[in-house]
């Protein structure tokens, strides 16, 4: 079955907006496994606009689904990454003036560095994934540097959806599912994610090669008119109709 991780970043945004402890993404979490999730993903930024150290602190402690800690290829992230020994370590992107992560991982231009970076967390027992698009290069250099998952970015594929240009979007899906099979066929195991919505998950959800998707923004924002557990519960529907 295709997993689901439920991102929990935008319950701490609405948290953080008004300097209260709630909403708080703890329980969001525990919501989340409750209404079907099969996984947990929090980014812990640099400028912690969103979850913060006590976030992390907090879900290691009480979570009993496996966390997908989000972060940059930075010393302090891989310090707190290495303190705590989360389930999964994805790397991103980051920049400080984007409103969210607006692409994949450059593997391929940073390859020494970033198989560097990732040995002390393969040595203490994290399952490393990086965040790439779907350009072969990319997926053929995070094999290269030790990962052993890659997440796809779906975001292109979104947006075009979005603005109507169906037949470039059209081109983008095909050029993730041609991603998806070279990544299996290179022994990493396939995620996607970002902006998936109940409308442009399906095609996505069908990519026979994929073992998860991590969805957090729109769950978020749906769950003021469903409920968090509508919402992941409608979402978790339509990935099994997608793969059904």
């Not at 402690?61 to 999964?88: G, K, S, V």
């Not at 557990?229 to 059904?244: K, L, P, S, T």
Request: net charge negative; aromatic share 4%.
């Amino acid at each position: 079955m295709l997993r689901l991780g439920v991102n929990i970043d935008h319950v701490a945004t609405l948290r953080n907006a008004r300097g209260t402890p709630w909403p708080d993404p703890m329980r969001a979490a525990e919501l989340a496994q409750a209404a079907g999730a099969d996984g947990i993903t929090a980014h812990l930024r640099e400028d912690r606009r969103h979850i913060r150290d006590e976030d992390i602190d907090t879900l290691m402690a009480r979570l009993t689904l496996p966390l997908n800690f989000e972060m940059a290829a930075t010393p302090e992230m891989q310090a707190i990454a290495l303190r705590h020994r989360p389930h999964a370590v994805c790397i991103v992107p980051e920049k400080r003036e984007e409103r969210t992560t607006e692409g994949g991982l450059d593997v391929a231009g940073q390859e020494e560095a970033l198989a560097a970076f990732i040995a002390p967390l393969r040595e203490a027992g994290c399952r490393v994934s990086l965040f790439i698009g779907h350009q072969p290069e990319q997926i053929r250099a995070s094999a290269r540097v030790g990962a052993a998952v890659v997440e796809l970015h779906t975001g292109a594929y979104c947006d075009l959806d979005t603005e109507g240009r169906h037949d470039e979007r059209d081109a983008e899906l095909q050029a993730l599912q041609q991603g998806a099979r070279l990544a299996a066929d290179l022994g990493l195991e396939v995620h996607a994610g970002h902006g998936l919505t109940f409308g442009t998950v399906g095609p996505i959800a069908a990519i026979p090669q994929l073992a998860e998707l991590n969805i957090g923004h729109f769950l978020i924002g749906e769950s003021v008119f469903l409920g968090l557990d509508g919402a992941i519960r409608e979402m978790r529907r339509r990935m099994d109709m997608a793969r059904a």
